[in-house]
């Protein structure tokens, strides 16, 4: 059994940036980052593999948002830029123990661990 506990959340102005963690208490393979605002369903935000090598992003945050991760620290990040109102979400990290590529990483069905979510409001 993985934990996983993610950090970073918090209130920041439109056009503002904040860097969300999540760190896993064990190995894992593909990490993701999802999303669910009031009154939405759950979406897919950004994927990294095991080695860092490949990353997947949603359309609405690329070029925005950048996912990165730390074996060494079992740890994965994502740096959010250019912050919409639109974002503000609850974040989940999420961790798969089998190995996932591509646009398979942007489905909730391939992780198997979740983190508890980190609220990230963007005021206008």
């Known amino acids: 059994q993985v934990q996983l506990v993610e950090s970073g959340g918090g209130l920041v102005q439109a056009g503002g940036s904040l860097r969300l963690s999540c760190a896993a208490s064990?190995?894992?393979?593909?990490m993701g980052w999802f999303r669910q605002a009031p009154g939405k369903e759950r979406e897919f935000v950004a994927a990294?593999?095991?080695?860092?090598?490949?990353?997947y992003y949603a359309d609405s945050v690329k070029a925005r948002f950048t996912i990165s991760r730390d074996n060494a620290k079992n740890t994965v990040y994502v740096q959010m830029n250019s912050l919409k109102p639109e974002d503000t979400a609850v974040y989940y990290c999420?961790?798969?123990?089998?190995?996932?590529?591509?646009?398979?990483?942007?489905?909730?069905?391939?992780?198997?661990?979740w983190g508890q979510g980190t609220q990230v409001t963007v005021s206008s």
């Open positions: 064990g190995r894992t393979f593909s």
């Open positions: 990294i593999n095991w080695s860092g090598s490949s990353t």
């Open positions: 999420a961790a798969a123990q089998r190995i996932t590529t591509g646009q398979n990483m942007g489905l909730s069905s391939r992780y198997d661990y």
